[in-house]
């Protein structure tokens, strides 16, 4: 079993910059693919990034390409997404994800973008 726990969200201003972390618990995640989505209020999850453990190779929405990077700490068992320019659209409750969408899933960390 893997735990996972977001941290780093907040309420900002648009144009800022926020870095959120997961941390995973239970055994090392070094070769799980793992990402992040995230959900807004009366809307279903989207994905926003992916890191594939085998090659390093990551994958973005077409929203937060050239905003958001996806990075991971293998030696910490940490994944972190660096958010810059942050917008009002960005507003959601993001999800840390290791193992696809069957896989394991963190309880969410609020981020808040103000106009």
């Known amino acids: 079993q893997v735990q996972l726990v977001e941290s780093g969200g907040g309420l900002v201003q648009a144009g800022a910059s926020l870095r959120l972390s997961c941390a995973a618990s239970g055994r090392t995640v070094g070769r799980d693919d793992m990402g992040w989505v995230r959900q807004a209020p009366g809307k279903e999850r989207v994905f926003v990034a992916a890191?594939?453990?085998?090659?390093?190779?990551?994958t973005y929405a077409y929203s937060v390409k050239g905003r958001f990077t996806i990075s991971r700490d293998n030696t910490k068992n940490m994944l972190y997404l660096q958010m810059n320019s942050l917008q009002p659209e960005d507003t959601a409750t993001y999800y840390c994800?290791?193992?696809?969408?069957?896989?394991?899933w963190g309880q969410g960390t609020q981020v808040t973008v103000s106009s």
């Open positions: 994800n290791a193992q696809g969408q069957s896989g394991f």
């Open positions: 890191r594939r453990w085998s090659d390093g190779m990551t």
